[in-house]
């Protein structure tokens, strides 16, 4: 898809300020500091759309980004950072809670990990949940820049392995700093929207 238009729509807390109009949406779904916000902006070609930072926990709201009036990307808060205080990890679960079980233009979840490292078990926990809500995953491996080209099928295996993916959930190795995956990322997209 060539996109000349992105921008976002509202950061939300809760539901009544979702965006109405009815596009389908597709949430990004990822561990703090992970490359989510990354992974928009690399897509897209806009340098900073999402905001990213070598800090994490940057995003904490849900960021709807309207993407050329076709659909939405939902920049979801990163799970498992362990700095984050017990209320506003039970407010994170909330807000997750209310999204993922209200939103009926919710098309699926494209779950970003870390391609370096095998999966953690928060990442096996948000796997779960999301198919406990029935949503079709993609897997982001990114960082596959940090990863030597004749190692990634042995890293591919094992996520796979350590997340017990559905044959149904597709996966794509992914770097936002060479844009490798990048097309058969769009493609996963045209699926949903
Ligand atoms: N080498 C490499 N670094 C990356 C890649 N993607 C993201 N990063 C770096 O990882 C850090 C975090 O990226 P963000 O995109 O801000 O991560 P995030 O998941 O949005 O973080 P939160 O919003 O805090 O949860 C930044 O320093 C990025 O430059 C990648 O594909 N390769
Ligand atoms: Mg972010």
């Not at 070609?45 to 995003?59: D, E, F, Y």
């Not at 993407?67 to 407010?91: H, T």
């Not at 949940?129 to 949503?135: A, D």
């Amino acid at each position: 898809m060539k996109v000349h238009k992105s921008e976002l729509v509202i950061s939300a807390v809760s539901p009544k300020q979702y965006p109405e109009g009815g596009l389908p949406e597709i949430a990004l779904a990822g561990r703090s500091n992970v490359g989510k916000s990354s992974f928009i902006n690399s897509l897209l070609a806009r340098k900073n759309l999402a905001r990213t930072s070598s800090k994490p926990g940057k995003t904490r709201t849900l960021n709807f980004y309207n993407i050329e009036d076709r659909f939405l990307f939902v920049d979801v808060p990163g799970y498992g950072y362990a700095k984050v205080s017990k209320s506003e990890r039970a407010a994170w679960g909330e807000m997750m809670e209310e999204y993922l079980k209200s939103r009926d233009v919710l098309k699926a979840a494209f779950m970003i990990i870390d391609f370096r490292h095998e999966p953690t078990k928060d990442d096996i926990a948000m796997y779960d949940y999301l198919k406990f809500h029935e949503l079709p995953v993609v897997i982001i491996a990114t960082k596959a820049d940090k990863i030597t080209k004749n190692k990634r099928p042995r890293h591919l295996k094992r996520v796979k392995e350590t997340l017990k993916l559905k044959p149904e959930d597709q996966t794509v190795v992914f770097s936002a700093e060479t844009a490798q995956g990048k097309d058969e990322a769009w493609r996963a997209i045209e699926q949903f929207i």
